[in-house]
């Protein structure tokens, strides 16, 4: 851990140009056509490439060095957004849907490449700690980068939004390149990769379901967790127009601000309960977690008073940040060699989830109520978590549970599925 709090600073530096930058482009893309359908086009690109780069840095991840795929993937970033800033007004508009494809791509690839290298940058006995202090850097970041981009934009100009946001990626990769870190199994850097480009290949989701059927079904619930990410993102705005119609605004504001100190409270909590108990929540953990998330998120637009609402809005920010937490410590739980393909297949799920349930819910809310709306997509992650729940309780029912032997569960780092991630399986 020595080194991790200056490299969760420039992740959070990036990730605040991230969500600048999805605030700023948008806005711009709107401005520059006039049209909310190339608006939409913009959108519906850069969530594509993220899912069809999800699968591409899973293999990426596993056979290059992960602090230069990183480094690279920022440096990229800032200078396509430098290539927007300095063309001219005429070519702007042509660059931006290219300027969606890299950053799409790159920010799954940097995305996938550093979930796959905290347990050999802390160690695999910190990553719950590790991955807390990312989540938690993450969340300040959005509330900085959405509360700051209207301001921004309107005070300072486009120009402005797109050189701050270069310059964030500049000071990510310069502290990534500077800090000493090593971010692949000693094994695997001794020998240049040789060993993870061995690995089996043959990763579709057949032989994963045979090999590895509870991380599946993480990852799915993790993918239905994005189509009810989106809908309460969709609903929100109507929700908030329809509660205070002269400041639709400020109910955005108290969801996102509440929903972020939860987010906090939680990682705090997770890190002191894990130290404590000397072991890393599992499965069951992560499907409770997602329920409370789901059920606090309908609670939310269920038309209760503020301070009801807000407070239904703390607990779902709160199970948010433990599952993320929780599900991401599972996935490192596997062998190095394998972690950058589970992670590229988890963001390509969860991408394809939330891309999908953008259009969807859209569509939905063109005539139901967004309670309605929400009920039903945060309902569908509910009932597939409770069946990973009733899946967990007949294996606990068929199989002897076996000795506390290691910190992060009952079969050692990997958990309940530990055997079928030593082959060719997998692994929030």
């Known amino acids: 851990m020595k080194y991790f709090r200056l490299l969760v600073l420039g ?6 140009g991230s969500y600048l930058n999805m605030v700023a482009l948008n806005v711009f893309v709107y401005d520059a056509t ?10 519906a690109v850069r969530l594509a490439t993220s899912v069809v780069s999800g699968w591409v840095s899973g293999r990426l991840v ?54 796959s290298s905290i347990p050999e940058i802390v160690g695999s006995e910190h990553r719950v700690r590790a991955n807390g202090l990312l989540v938690t850097g993450r969340s300040l970041a959005m509330i900085a980068g959405f509360a700051s981009s209207g301001v921004v ?33 000693a094994e695997d850097a001794a020998d240049g990769g040789s060993r993870a480009a061995s690995a089996p290949a043959r990763w579709t989701v057949r032989v994963l379901l045979g090999t590895a059927p509870l991380l599946m079904a993480m990852i799915a619930v993790r993918a239905v967790d994005g189509l009810g990410s989106s809908s309460h993102n969709v609903a929100l705005p109507l929700y908030s127009s ?46 409770l977690g997602a329920i409370v998330m789901s059920a606090g998120f309908i609670v939310v637009f269920s038309g209760l008073p503020t301070v009801p609402a807000v407070i239904a809005a703390l607990v779902a920010g709160a199970a948010d940040g433990f599952t993320e937490t929780v599900y ?3 996935l490192q739980s596997a062998p190095d060699e394998q972690r950058g393909r589970l992670f590229g297949l988890s963001a390509s799920a969860e991408n394809t989830g ?38 967990l309780t007949l294996r ?25 991630v030593k082959t060719e399986g997998h692994g929030r």
């Open 34 to 43: 006039g049209s909310a359908l190339a608006a939409g086009l913009f959108m």
């Open 354 to 391: 939330f891309g999908l349930g953008m259009l969807v819910s859209g569509a939905l809310l063109e005539r139901f109520s967004p309670l309605e709306v929400v009920a039903a997509f945060h309902g569908l992650a509910i009932v597939l978590c409770a069946a990973l729940l009733l899946l």
């Open 153 to 185: 934009v309107a005070q300072l100009g486009y120009s402005a939004a797109f050189a701050l946001d270069a310059a964030t990626f500049l000071v990510s990769a310069t502290v990534l390149f500077l800090l000493p870190v090593r971010t692949r199994a």
């Open 396 to 420: 606990r029912g068929r199989t002897p549970a076996p000795p506390a032997d290691g910190p992060d569960g009952p079969d050692g780092p990997a958990g309940p599925d530990r055997s079928a």
């Open 242 to 287: 329809s509660l205070d119609p002269d400041h639709p605004a400020t109910f955005i504001s108290q969801f996102w601000a509440t929903w972020a100190i939860g987010n906090i409270v939680a990682q705090q909590v997770i890190g002191r309960v894990t130290r404590k108990a000397g072991r890393t929540p599992g499965e069951r953990a992560f499907a």
């Open 11 to 16: 992740n959070g530096i990036s990730a605040y």
């Open 328 to 330: 991401v410590s599972r």
């Open 62 to 115: 596993s056979v290059h060095d992960r602090k230069r795929l990183m480094v690279g993937a920022d440096l990229c970033q800032a200078v396509a957004l430098l290539s927007l800033l300095l063309a001219p007004d005429g070519v702007r508009t042509g660059l931006l849907y290219a300027l969606a494809v890299v950053t799409g791509g790159c920010s799954t690839l940097s995305q996938v490449a550093l979930r």
